[in-house]
């Protein structure tokens, strides 16, 4: 199993740009997770999904954070326009019901 | 508001002596608990789990002990060895969500002096 893919690895973008992380969940997992990682608060949830459905989004931090599942084997997180303070590893996880999850090795993201 | 608090962001220890990480919660819904290990530019990994109706929970090295009425956690590892070094998440759930929406704390950096 390749297990959670996240690409790209490193994304560096100016302020105001549009940025698109992108993740392939592990095949079979039903529920997928989307956290970001700062020092000063940790691993955040930003948003999940359950069978493609969005289900908790209440950690997105502003209307500029979207996110999508149009399939079970793939999701996106959009970041429009983006900021410095964006600047944070965004991980990728999945999971099956009620089990434990698994990280993608995330995206280390720097907007200048 | 953070939940689940780490308040050590770094800890060394001696190869071969024991690890103590501690974890604190203000949650009293939580009754799932987890520890990720994270090594550098990679993805937290699970580590060990406990369920409330617990309080210990052993896997070789690794124990994690809950103390329900003072809301703490801790992680020990015995004897530390220097693959050890890494980044623990200490993490919760409420188990009527399942495992799905998980807190997790700041991170303690454990490094073992070999």
């Known amino acids: 199993d390749a297990g959670v893919i996240q690409s790209p690895r490193h994304e560096v973008t100016e302020m105001g740009q549009e940025v698109t992380l992108r993740c392939k969940p592990i095949?079979?997992?039903?529920?997928l997770f989307w956290y970001r990682q700062t020092m000063m608060r940790g691993l955040e949830l930003l948003i999940y999904f359950n069978n493609n459905v969005p289900i908790d989004d209440s950690g997105m931090p502003e209307d500029r954070f979207s996110a999508k599942m149009p399939n079970a084997s793939f999701s996106t997180l959009k970041i429009q326009p983006s900021e410095p303070r964006d600047s944070a590893v965004y991980f990728c996880?999945?999971?099956?019901?009620?089990?434990?999850?698994?990280f993608g090795s995330g995206t280390q993201l720097s907007v200048l | 508001d953070q939940q689940v608090k780490q308040n050590s962001p770094s800890l060394s220890v001696q190869e071969g002596r024991i690890s103590i990480l501690n974890c604190d919660y203000t949650?009293?819904?939580?009754?799932?608990f987890l520890w990720y290990k994270k090594y550098p530019a990679e993805g937290p990994t699970f580590l060990i789990s406990?369920?409330?109706?617990?309080d210990k929970n052993e896997d070789g090295r690794f124990t994690v002990f809950l103390n329900k009425s003072a809301k703490h956690l801790s992680l020990h590892i015995v004897p530390s060895q220097p693959g050890d070094s890494a980044v623990y998440f200490c993490a919760a759930s409420d188990l009527n969500f399942g495992n799905e929406k998980l807190t997790f704390g700041t991170g303690t950096r454990l490094t073992i002096i070999p």
């Open positions: 095949s079979g997992h039903n529920s």
């Open positions: 996880a999945s999971s099956r019901r009620n089990e434990k999850l698994f």
């Open positions: 949650n009293s819904m939580f009754d799932y």
């Open positions: 406990i369920s409330s109706i617990k």
